[in-house]
């Protein structure tokens, strides 16, 4: 069962002004981001927004996307639902377009071990020969207890560790020594999760400034951490600035300012009103935006 390592952008997912999937977008998106040397694409995820689409939608991001990579980088799938059997539809589907692996949140409402064992354990099942990640966001459960009992799982193969508790991170790293992936997805914690032995990360500003990362992890192998933790506070003043406008909409608007109209988030996510916009435009210059989106 294949490991993944590297720099993964946590895949925008363009909408038409009609809120369809925006297929020509997404295929120059694709191609665009391939081209700054990504690792690997995370697709239909929190960024993606594929908890908001339709199965059917969601199945047509990933043929589009695992189509136009054609092979060059591996594309992982997040099937994640309420509903176990609609995730073990899109899993299928997933392993029968192409992708390396599958993964899954911890589905809302799912307030037990057990249960969340059962969830994936179910979703493993029905793709035995394909690698499979927890998507962890932290919050009460007790991350490394729950990856330890997934390890009885022959394809969960790691996670994707959405949290700045370092301490919990590198615990999951130790589970295991080989073949096991611990992909960090808190940004503004790269360097520090690449310090604790993170395989690679995955994020959404990696939409447009994934060479500050390919950076931040090559300080972080060559020992030059003070130009690593340069960068990252770097990387942070931008993220800082599209939190501070809501990041859903303002990260649509960032894509646009790069050149690909991805169209209005989905609710419950909200757009970035046109009335900000031009002050958007102005705080991002002002933190160096247009030179990180060209590493």
């Known amino acids: ?8 952008p946590a895949l925008v997912t363009p909408f038409t002004a009609e809120d369809m999937v925006n297929v020509p ?32 939608e969601r199945k047509l991001v990933a043929e589009t996307v695992i189509a136009q990579v054609y092979g060059r980088v591996p594309t ?5 639902c ?25 589905p809302p409402f799912y307030n037990h071990a057990q249960s969340l064992y059962n969830y994936f354990a179910t979703i493993a099942a029905a793709v035995p020969d394909l690698p499979v990640l927890t998507y962890i966001f932290g919050g009460p459960m ?18 994707k560790y959405t949290g ?8 999951i790293v130790e589970l295991r020594s080989d073949n096991w992936t611990v992909f960090s997805g808190m940004d503004e914690q790269c360097l520090f999760a690449a310090m604790f ?20 992890h090559a300080c972080c192998q060559n020992g030059a951490l003070a130009r690593g933790r340069e960068l990252q506070i770097q990387a942070n003043k931008v993220t800082s600035v599209l939190l501070s406008f809501g990041f859903p909409g303002a990260l649509k608007e960032v894509m646009g300012i790069l050149g690909f109209d991805c169209g209005k988030p989905r609710l419950p996510n909200l757009p970035l009103p046109e009335e900000k916009q031009d002050s958007l435009h102005a705080q991002l210059e ?10």
């Open 164 to 171: 700045p508790n370092m301490y919990e991170f590198r615990h």
């Open 82 to 106: 309420v509903s176990v059997r609609d995730a073990v539809a899109l899993a299928q589907h997933a392993q029968q377009v192409g992708a390396a692996g599958v993964s899954s949140i911890l």
């Open 197 to 216: 032995g993170a395989s690679g990360n995955i994020g959404s500003t990696l939409n447009f400034m994934p060479g500050v990362y390919r950076e931040i």
């Open 76 to 80: 992982i799938v997040h099937v994640g």
């Open 25 to 56: 977008v997404l295929r120059e998106l694709v191609e665009y981001l391939i081209n700054k040397c990504v690792d690997g694409f995370y697709v239909c995820g929190t960024t993606g927004e594929g908890i908001y689409m339709s199965v059917g």
């Open 1 to 8: 069962m294949r490991s993944f390592k590297g720099v993964w």
């Open 142 to 159: 007790d991350a490394v207890a729950l990856m330890r009992e997934w390890l009885n799982i022959p394809n969960v193969i790691g996670t």
């Open 286 to 295: 002002t933190v160096s935006f247009s030179k990180l989106a060209e590493m």
